[in-house]
């Protein structure tokens, strides 16, 4: 991993900004499912039937108890040494760094990522469906919970499809737009808007690294990409790092 090291240390020079985008692969190995591996709890739902605002009109309780059962099962897992890596990334670059996750677990936030931006939500979070605040929500939330400030019906702190995602005004197109370097970790680039990420830093110029169990896309939009868990390479890839930093 030395050499991929040097790579990432020659791109990223004395004051380079690097940005992290993660997908459902880096939870993966804490027993996370993803989203389009086989075998996972997504295999026994349909996205329609529980992750869009028409499902959620359609039958609320039934997206309810999906998020419901999802919150449960987070409360069982823990962060494992991919995002610890993070964590110690950020550690070493502080405000040159940012960490943008499509996931909506807080695993990144347990392993000590702190310059994070949920941008698909997180799911200890509710928020109103009327007034929009969002507060801290660890346990069911029911159809009866209401609003503290309007009374209005709570729902799961998640973008659903056909919703926008959070932070596109400001905070993603900051980070990403002067990126001298940028990791592309555990996702299948399948999903928009995040998926342009990677070729709005790759048209300035930056340098894209994919890390990921097998190549998503070809060498036009990676100039690197290292294949295997991302719970085993990047601790060895920041290590290297690390010792060049
Ligand atoms: P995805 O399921 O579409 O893709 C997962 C990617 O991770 C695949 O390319 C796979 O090859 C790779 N992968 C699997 N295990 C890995 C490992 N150990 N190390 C490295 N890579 C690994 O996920 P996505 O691209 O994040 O898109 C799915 C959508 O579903 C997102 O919007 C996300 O919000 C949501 N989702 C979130 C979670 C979560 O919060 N943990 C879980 C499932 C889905
Ligand atoms: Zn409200």
Redesign the pocket.
Known sequence: MKNEAEKVFEALGDSGRLTVL????????SG??????SG???DQYEIDDVATPEAYAANPSLVQDFYNMRRAHLGTVQPNA?HRALGRLEELLGDRFTLIT????D?HDRAGSRRLLHM?GE?YKARCADCGVAVEWRTDISLDDRCESCSGSMRPHI?WFGELPFYLEREIPEACGDSAVFFS???????YP?NTLVSQVKARGGFCVE????K?AGPGVFDLQIE????ETLPLLIAELEALL
Do not use: C, P, Y
């Not at 970790?185 to 999903?191: E, K």
């Not at 295997?228 to 719970?231: D, S, W």
């Open positions: 993660t997908g459902a692969g880096i939870s993966a190995e996370i499912s993803t989203f389009r591996d996972g709890l997504w991919g499509q996931n909506v677990d695993l698909h799911l973008v970790i555990g996702t299948s680039g399948m999903v995040a890390i990921n169990l097998e998503t295997g868990k991302a719970g």
